[in-house]
């Protein structure tokens, strides 16, 4: 992180958004006034273009506890989530990727992603999934454990495969895909929610199109849920 810090600094002192103003803002989050809030929700996401690097290392922390302490404020909640979502997605030397994504791992970031997930706006949803899947590459294990210790979390996630919007179910069947490889826990977890029903379900609105890139995602998650645990492969035809 410190590394990260320092390269930020050197980016901020070359003409970029300074550190303190960084700084400034992620205090006025918390302001008791609503419109002061949004100015600086909407400062900071600008910063996350300018340097994702010093967003990550200030203010992803006051940008995710903001969001989820201001959630009547739908506007807000969605300026913040997509100041992160454009930094963890900034396209950047691979290190400096790596350490943007840590600061969303470190702390409790992932529940709260999860718990935002309740949220019925789909930019909301739509940030918290793309913030979820940038963590994919580099930090997969540490994201299936967050998941996997949050149930009433991984059950709004099996949730989103019912949204009627496609760029939320799509989405959420990429995070899925990875998320359950290589993990019997989320695997079993899954099959006892009856994900083969809604996976299933999916492929049947898909009217099994072929190359259908939704019905290969959902095909592979099955294939995930169905590899390695014994009980999933009892239960499944009990799905269909």
């Known amino acids: 992180m410190l590394s990260v810090l320092n390269a930020a600094r050197e980016d901020a002192a070359m003409g970029g958004i300074s550190e303190e103003r960084v700084m400034t803002l992620r205090e006025r989050l918390t302001s008791m006034h609503g419109d002061d809030r949004r100015e600086a929700a909407a400062s900071l996401k600008e910063a996350a273009d300018q340097n994702p690097k ?3 290392s200030l203010a992803f922390g006051a940008l995710l506890t903001a969001a989820g302490s201001n959630r009547d ?11 992160v979502q454009i930094a963890v997605e900034a396209p950047t030397e691979q290190a400096i ?4 994504c840590r600061a969303v791992v470190d702390g409790q970031h992932i529940n709260s992603l999860l718990e935002l997930l309740e949220e019925s706006d789909w930019g909301i949803r ?3 999934l793309r913030i979820m899947s940038a963590l994919i590459p580099s930090f ?11 149930p009433v ?3 709004r996630l099996m ?5 009627s919007r496609e760029i939320i179910r799509n989405e959420v069947l990429v995070l899925l895909n990875s998320a359950t490889r290589d993990n019997e826990h989320l695997q079993q977890f899954l099959g006892f929610s009856n994900a083969f029903g809604s996976l299933l379900e999916v492929i049947s609105e898909e009217d099994m199109i072929a190359d259908s890139v939704v019905v290969d995602d959902c095909v592979a998650i099955i294939r995930n849920l169905l590899e390695t645990s014994t009980s999933n492969q009892v239960s499944a035809p ?3």
């Open 54 to 56: 010093l967003l990550s």
């Open 153 to 155: 979390g991984l059950q």
């Open 140 to 150: 997969l294990p540490s994201l299936q454990t967050a998941v996997l210790a949050n």
């Open 159 to 163: 949730d989103m495969l019912g949204d």
């Open 73 to 83: 404020d739908v506007d807000f909640v969605r300026t913040c989530l997509e100041s």
């Open 126 to 128: 739509y940030a918290c």
């Open 97 to 100: 990727s790596v350490e943007i």
């Open 238 to 240: 009990n799905c269909t």
